[in-house]
């Protein structure tokens, strides 16, 4: 069942939705690119399903009908799909040659930004699935520039709350999550906005499976240390540094965003936690 326009959720975990005016060519891009990565949720599917190849009609283009997210709709109706570990998907990438490929995992970026971590990671594992979520509009249309001319098989983007995600995923279908460089909401009064809560973790501990790794930094002292005393305090959790070498410095496999580089708060700190 497709989930439609969730609940609201009791309060706002992020900014504003739309900035300065977008140019021509982004707007372009919105309208075009997008419907065909974006994220068509269904409660309960499994999240390598968002990954099939695109509906194709008698000439090999998507058909008309299902020209949106390219085989991320599933038909309701046609009863349960079958097990992910024995379908092909189509596509270019796959280390066997023969024009097929696997999605074997599913990944979640919660807040992506300008897109360059998503596409990075999404480049770098062909084979995993990605999943970006972000609500400002101009930073969709800025991943949507970044991978105009090269859009990979294996990204698809939600413009809006990761919560709606998070809550329509079944259990244990994660391989990592990652909240890199999140608002820090430094007022006091605002601490209750920030992502990471109590609560926030039992939720990715649900559809994270044991083993998958949740991935946080910031720049902010004062988030890094809110994140640390839930993240260590929470029972299905382990905070996986061996020394401080582990935390500040950017680990090899972590691509740099345009706002790390930026360092506005300070050093930035790298957290990776085990899913237990």
Sequence with gaps: MDIGVSEP???????????????????DLRRTLLP??????????DPRFYFLPPPCGEAGE?????????GAVLDADAGPPPDPSSLR????????????????????????GAGEHLLALARAHPRVGLIGAEPYEAGVAKLLSHMAGDPPPNIRLHEGDARDIIAALPDACLGGVFIMFPDPWPKTRHHKRRFIQTE??????????????????????GYTAWTLERATAHPAFAWT?????????????????????????GPPVYLSFARL
Excluded at 14 to 27: D, I, N, Q, V, W
């Design 241 to 265: 540094a061996a020394g401080p070498s582990d935390f500040t410095t950017r680990p090899r496999g972590w691509p740099q965003t345009r706002y790390e580089a930026k360092a506005l708060h």
């Design 200 to 221: 926030m973790l039992d939720r990715l501990a649900r559809v994270m499976r044991s083993g998958a790794e949740l991935r946080f930094a910031s720049d902010d002292a």
């Design 62 to 70: 998507p058909s008309e009908a299902k020209r949106s997210g390219w």
């Design 9 to 27: 959720f009791p309060r706002k975990l992020y900014g504003r939705r739309k900035g300065p005016k977008l140019s021509a060519h982004k707007e």
């Design 89 to 112: 998907f189509a596509g270019s990438t796959s280390p066997q040659g023969g024009g097929e490929f696997f999605v074997d995992d599913v990944w979640l970026e919660i807040g992506f």
């Design 36 to 45: 065909r990565v974006a994220l068509n949720l269904q409660t309960g599917a």
